[in-house]
């Protein structure tokens, strides 16, 4: 099975704050990986796919790339409602695997 | 808009099994795969398998034999069934509509289950 690691696991920002979050995938996956969010109590939220394309009516705030096998995640000025946990998936094999998960959290 | 509708929360002994169902609306509910990830209290998110739209299955070794994954095209629903449950298996579990056949995201998910194992 694929692994994927999060760096940090744990983020203190204040509002407006770039922030960057990385994902490292154990072997190869090109640049199928995705980046979800998810708040207390919900589901996760797709926000970006194939390393670096926005979903629809995601804020361009959000950006993800990727070199080799680390990806990153990278918020331009962090707003409110962006406090939340954000998790990578790799989409290249089975069995689809996730990331441990990085809480961003007010500092 | 596309919406996944999942069923209430369940209490179930060790032993049992399980059934939580999705139901689909706003789009052709056979034209895409429907996955199944749970999460743990305070763990990360666990692929469980998916059913596409052709009724095809796929599993982790880790759930084999214990998940069965079925649909109603009919209704518009996938279903999920976990037996002989343990502690471990309270979680809450998500359904997830796959974008397109392949190496695609899960871009529309049910509100979760909460499913609790206890005695």
């Known amino acids: 099975d694929i692994q994927l690691t999060q760096s940090p696991s744990f983020l203190s920002a204040s509002v407006g704050d770039r922030v960057t979050i990385t994902c490292r995938a154990s072997q190869g996956i090109g640049s199928f990986l995705a980046w979800y969010q998810q708040k207390p109590g919900k589901a996760p939220k797709l926000l970006i796919y194939t390393a670096s394309t926005l979903q629809s009516g995601v804020p361009s705030r959000f950006s993800g790339s990727r070199s080799g096998t680390e990806f990153t995640l990278t918020i331009s000025s962090l707003q409110p409602e962006d406090f939340a946990t954000y998790y990578c998936q790799q989409l290249n094999t089975y069995p689809r695997t996730f990331g441990p998960g990085t809480k961003v959290d007010f500092k | 808009q596309v919406h996944l509708e999942q069923s209430g929360p369940e209490v179930k002994k060790p032993g049992a099994s399980v059934t939580v169902s999705c139901k689909a609306s706003?789009?052709?509910?056979?034209?895409?795969?429907i996955q199944w990830v749970r999460q743990a209290p305070g763990q990360r998110l666990e692929w469980m398998g998916y059913?596409?739209?052709?009724?095809?299955?796929r599993y982790p070794q880790s759930f084999q034999g214990r998940v069965t994954l079925t649909r109603n095209t009919s209704a518009s629903t996938a279903y999920m069934d976990l037996s002989s449950l343990r502690s471990e298996d309270t979680a809450v579990y998500y359904c997830?509509?796959?974008?397109?056949?392949?190496?695609?995201?899960?871009?529309?998910w049910g509100q979760g289950t909460l499913v609790t194992v206890s005695s």
């Open positions: 059913i596409t739209g052709n009724g095809d299955t």
């Open positions: 997830a509509r796959e974008v397109y056949v392949g190496t695609a995201p899960f871009d529309t």
């Open positions: 706003g789009y052709n509910f056979t034209s895409n795969t």
